[in-house]
């Protein structure tokens, strides 16, 4: 069984550009959430999504989006970069929603110079 | 005061010991509450879940959980050095998600 599946593995940007990035789910999982993890502040949730509706969302500004499609894929996007987003970004797929028997991927790691 | 809060450590036992992780959290309405290790370069791995006052155990793992008190625990009994890792405290209040900063535990063989 394929676990989740986080594409790329590793991004460079530049200040002021915009960044997508993917999540597979575990093949059947409905819910995909995402978070954030810095050496200062540790992981923030941002937001889940669970049938292509998100159902929660983090304190973050509005510069992070995310959606979901019929496959459950889910992408989420960073508008207008800023050094502070540098970050692993991880994702987590769940059958249930939320943390419930939920399984991350190996993440993104995304620097912004 | 962060919504949830966990010794950072480090936490160092030797190889067959207990080794204990305490988190307290801060908003009552938590709901659920799990422990995930996360090694060195690795994403974090779901240990337990627990959503009722007590202990539950799987293995070696026991988490506790005590809503009076807002305070969860974890406990790795015969610690083995590959138990060593960061152990991250989670609660979810329904609608959010929170973290704790995690624990690093090292096992001294």
């Known amino acids: 069984k394929a676990g989740v599946t986080q594409t790329p593995r590793y991004l460079i940007k530049t200040r002021g550009q915009q960044v997508t990035l993917s999540c597979s789910p575990i093949?059947?999982?409905?819910?995909v959430s995402w978070y954030q993890q810095t050496p200062g502040q540790g992981l923030q949730f941002l937001f889940e999504y669970f049938s292509e509706t998100q159902r929660n969302k983090g304190n973050f500004p509005g510069r992070f989006s995310g959606r979901q499609f019929s496959n459950s894929r889910s992408e989420m996007n960073v508008s207008t970069l800023e050094l502070g987003d540098s970050a692993l970004y991880l994702c987590?797929?769940?059958?249930?929603?939320?943390?419930?028997?939920?399984?991350f991927g190996q993440g993104t790691r995304l620097t912004v110079v | 005061q962060k919504e949830v809060e966990q010794n950072s450590g480090p936490l160092s036992v030797p190889e067959g010991a207990i080794a204990s992780l305490n988190c307290t959290y801060s908003d009552r309405v938590s709901q659920s509450f799990f422990w995930y290790r996360q090694y060195s370069g690795k994403s974090p791995e779901l240990i337990m879940s627990i959503y009722s006052n007590g202990d539950k155990e799987d293995g070696r793992f026991t988490a506790q959980l005590n809503k009076a008190s807002q305070y969860v625990s974890l406990l790795i009994r015969d610690s083995q050095p590959s138990d060593s890792a960061t152990y991250l405290c989670?609660?979810?209040?329904?609608?959010?998600?929170?973290f704790g900063t995690g624990t690093s535990l090292t096992v001294i063989p």
């Open positions: 093949s059947g999982h409905r819910s």
């Open positions: 989670a609660v979810n209040t329904g609608n959010q998600f929170y």
């Open positions: 987590a797929s769940s059958l249930f929603g939320g943390l419930t028997e939920a399984f």
